[in-house]
């Protein structure tokens, strides 16, 4: 029987890609998105893949969210924490808004997410978490003291789960990317991505939604039971850790 695998920020960019792939590769996929009904309803016409709205910094929203998917497809045995945002600014200009947005999205969302497949990935004994982190979490950016924060924390939390689900048969793992083409780039004025951000990276482009999807493939299939707590970083060379 194919397993059933959740993808938060399914339904566009990385998130999107990783749907897709997963879904090639026999799993029952539910995407889930938090705002652009069309380009979801869009996707799902697109790929047969159904997605659910909900906000995953609301606890209780991730609660019935992960209990409708379990009443639709069964389940839930593998959970790729994908949702993130970016809320860009140099540290004497960021609001307190930008910082909370960032944590309530990509770190509270990340809890809120995976204690609630936690207990039933337990009680199968079976269970495959991979999050979603970044290149700037690992290094920190310019910018981006809010979002390289939370990245780094999914690490963190990454290390210290994987230590826990290791006896109940569950992998908790971090695939790192650098930048990649998608429209979370489109923040990032031109001249910067030209001049600072380009020139860093040795193989001389951005990297691909589809080799990140790729890569969480490997980490969320029965072969690799032996891997967890690692971090795959995914960023043509440009940080090395
Ligand atoms: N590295 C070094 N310098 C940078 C920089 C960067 N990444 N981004 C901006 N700067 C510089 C600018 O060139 C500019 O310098 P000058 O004044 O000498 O021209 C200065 O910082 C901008 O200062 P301002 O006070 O004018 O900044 P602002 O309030 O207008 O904010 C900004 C602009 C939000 C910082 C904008 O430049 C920006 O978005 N920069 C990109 C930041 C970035 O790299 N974010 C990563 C996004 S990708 C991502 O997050 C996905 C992932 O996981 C990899």
């Given at each position: 029987?194919?397993?059933?695998?959740?993808?938060?920020g399914?339904?566009?960019?990385?998130?999107?890609?990783?749907?897709?792939?997963?879904?090639?590769?026999?799993?029952?996929?539910?995407?889930?998105?938090a705002?652009?009904d069309?380009?979801?309803?869009a996707?799902?016409?697109?790929?047969?893949?159904?997605?659910y709205?909900w906000?995953?910094?609301d606890?209780?929203?991730?609660?019935?969210?992960?209990?409708q998917?379990?009443?639709?497809?069964?389940?839930?045995?593998?959970?790729?924490?994908n949702?993130?945002i970016?809320?860009?600014?140099?540290?004497?200009?960021m609001?307190?808004?930008q910082?909370?947005e960032?944590?309530d999205?990509?770190?509270?969302?990340?809890?809120?997410?995976?204690?609630?497949v936690?207990?039933?990935?337990?009680?199968?004994?079976?269970g495959?978490?991979?999050t979603?982190?970044?290149i700037?979490?690992q290094?920190?950016?310019?910018?981006?003291?809010n979002?390289?924060?939370?990245k780094?924390?999914?690490?963190?939390f990454?290390?210290?789960?994987?230590?826990?689900?290791?006896?109940?048969?569950?992998?908790v793992?971090?695939v790192a990317?650098?930048?990649?083409?998608?429209?979370?780039?489109s923040?990032?004025?031109?001249?910067?991505?030209?001049?600072?951000i380009?020139?860093?990276?040795?193989?001389g482009r951005?990297?691909?939604?589809?080799?990140?999807?790729?890569?969480?493939k490997?980490?969320?299939?029965?072969?690799?039971?032996f891997?967890?707590?690692?971090t795959?970083?995914?960023?043509?060379?440009?940080?090395m850790?």
């Amino acid at each position: 029987m194919s397993r059933v695998a959740l993808v938060t920020g399914g339904s566009r960019g990385i998130g999107a890609a990783i749907s897709t792939a997963l879904k090639d590769a026999g799993y029952k996929v539910a995407a889930t998105y938090a705002g652009n009904d069309e380009k979801a309803a869009a996707f799902t016409a697109e790929t047969g893949i159904k997605t659910y709205k909900w906000n995953v910094g609301d606890y209780d929203a991730c609660a019935a969210g992960v209990k409708q998917i379990t009443d639709d497809l069964g389940p839930v045995e593998i959970l790729v924490n994908n949702a993130g945002i970016t809320r860009d600014a140099p540290f004497h200009k960021m609001t307190p808004q930008q910082w909370h947005e960032c944590i309530d999205t990509n770190l509270n969302g990340v809890f809120n997410m995976t204690h609630n497949v936690w207990g039933g990935m337990r009680e199968r004994k079976f269970g495959r978490i991979v999050t979603i982190s970044s290149i700037n979490g690992q290094k920190g950016q310019f910018a981006q003291a809010n979002y390289a924060a939370t990245k780094a924390g999914d690490i963190g939390f990454t290390k210290s789960l994987a230590q826990e689900g290791a006896r109940a048969g569950i992998t908790v793992n971090i695939v790192a990317p650098g930048y990649i083409n998608t429209e979370m780039m489109s923040t990032i004025p031109e001249k910067v991505m030209n001049e600072v951000i380009l020139p860093q990276i040795p193989v001389g482009r951005l990297g691909e939604a589809e080799e990140i999807a790729r890569a969480v493939k490997f980490l969320v299939s029965d072969d690799a039971g032996f891997v967890t707590g690692s971090t795959l970083s995914a960023n043509g060379g440009q940080y090395m850790s």
